[in-house]
């Protein structure tokens, strides 16, 4: 029987497994890997206090034009239909495809349905979806048999989107006060989000 006591992965890819004398090729005591890295997939999505937005493989670079598209396509009619008094903000970082003029201008024509929350330019991430997409990775890393492809995996992570725990995202837009008001009380600097 294999007892592990630490399973570290390290920056030099490596992972470390402290086993028995005569255990090291048992299945329990070994790890697959996928050469040449495996697969990934880019997804974007959004979510609110009011409801669990949509969400969307990305099959392309993301670009200014295909971001436009996907806040044109998906953002806006979400907004439209949660913020219907056109009270709502959405909040996005720096990425260089949301700072493209064409997009910028997108939102500022369409600021009578809804508005862009400022964000200072070297800030820390404040955005809570990484939350979301960090408990996403940790679910998809537990499940068993891993992901043999790219499709099992598109499957799976919009599976786990859709079934959410409404608390979850709820805490994240709750916490928001209290993360803008460390950045601010840190001078832009580090804080504990």
Known sequence: ??????????VDG???VRRLP???LLPS???????AGGGGIM????????????????EQTMKAANYLNIIADQLHPYMVFVFPT????FQQDNAPCHKARIVLEWF?????????MSWPPNSPDLNPKGHIWYGMERQLRAQTPPCPNISTLRERCLDIWYNLCTVMYHK?????????AAVLKAKGGATRY
């Open 29 to 35: 005591c070994t790890a697959d890997y996928a050469q």
């Open 172 to 180: 994240l837009v709750a916490s928001m006060p209290r993360r803008v």
């Open 108 to 116: 500022e024509e369409h600021t009578d349905e809804f508005h862009l």
């Open 1 to 10: 029987m294999c007892f592990v006591i630490s399973l570290i992965h390290h």
């Open 22 to 24: 005569g255990e090291q």
């Open 14 to 16: 490596r992972v470390r």
């Open 86 to 89: 056109g009270n709502g903000i």
């Open 43 to 58: 997804s974007w999505g959004t979510f609110s206090w009011a409801a669990l937005g949509p969400v969307i493989v990305v």
